[in-house]
């Protein structure tokens, strides 16, 4: 069973910049099956695909927030982490990481989620 | 990337058959068979229910089922229970190597 668990802050300024980790356990992020995501969910609102990483390092990024994004991938720590540039109130969410099973868009496990809450 | 479409709400009483619709555009559903469906209970994280159009994860119950017909994509839940009231969103894998997800539609069994 793999177990997600996201990181970080929950309270961010404007105009600084947000940074996330997830810690995976009971898989390998270097595992050539899968890809890992980073998806938020606006308060009430649907979900937003962030972006993924495979485990070269390769990443692919939502368009609509590709400026702002770094999503890298430590395997000798197991973890991933994304980074979100410039945030203001809109990014105010919920974060979840994730594995994509195999880059398809199909995502099988979820972290339990992580609120962040940009506001002076 | 525009997301993709699902009615905001549907609702049906127990025992019935509900269906949850999702329209999409050819650069998404109408190219690939990659959609899948998840369910979301609040304040927890959303559940894979079916992927490729209507294969089902180990453990997800049969009366949960999927089809698509050109750009649309459709949820069944059949002998709806009340514990499958919740929201659940679509998504596909999109013609530029990402993935979209539809708005959600919140289920309320009466």
């Known amino acids: 069973q793999v177990h997600l668990q996201e990181s970080g802050p929950g309270l961010v300024k404007p105009s600084q910049t947000l940074s996330l980790t997830c810690s995976v356990s009971?898989?390998?992020?270097?595992?050539?099956?899968?890809?890992w995501t980073w998806i938020r969910q606006h308060p009430g609102k649907g979900l937003e695909w962030i972006g993924y990483?495979?485990?070269?390092?390769?990443?692919y990024y939502n368009p609509s927030l590709k400026s702002r994004i770094s999503i890298s991938v430590d395997t000798s720590k197991n973890l991933f982490s994304l980074e979100l540039s410039s945030v203001t109130a809109a990014d105010t969410a919920i974060y979840y990481c994730?594995?994509?099973?195999?880059?398809?868009?199909?995502?099988?496990?979820w972290g339990q989620g992580t609120q962040v809450t940009v506001s002076s | 990337q525009s997301s993709l479409t699902q009615p905001a709400s549907v609702s049906g009483s127990p025992g019935q058959s509900i269906t949850i619709s999702c329209t999409g555009t050819g650069s998404d559903i109408g190219t690939y068979n990659y959609v899948s469906w998840y369910q979301q209970h609040p304040g927890r994280a959303p559940k894979l229910l079916l992927y490729?159009?209507?294969s089902r994860p180990s453990g997800v119950s049969n009366r949960f089922s999927g089809s698509k017909s050109g750009n649309t994509a459709s949820l069944t839940i059949s002998g709806l229970q009340a514990e499958d009231e919740a929201d659940y969103f679509c998504?596909?894998?999109?013609?530029?190597?990402?993935?979209?997800f539809g708005g959600g539609t919140k289920l309320t069994v009466l």
């Open positions: 998504s596909s894998y999109t013609t530029s190597t990402t993935g979209v």
């Open positions: 009971g898989g390998s992020v270097s595992s050539g099956a899968n890809y």
């Open positions: 490729d159009v209507s």
């Open positions: 994730a594995r994509d099973f195999n880059g398809y868009h199909i995502i099988d496990y």
């Open positions: 990483i495979y485990y070269t390092g390769s990443t």
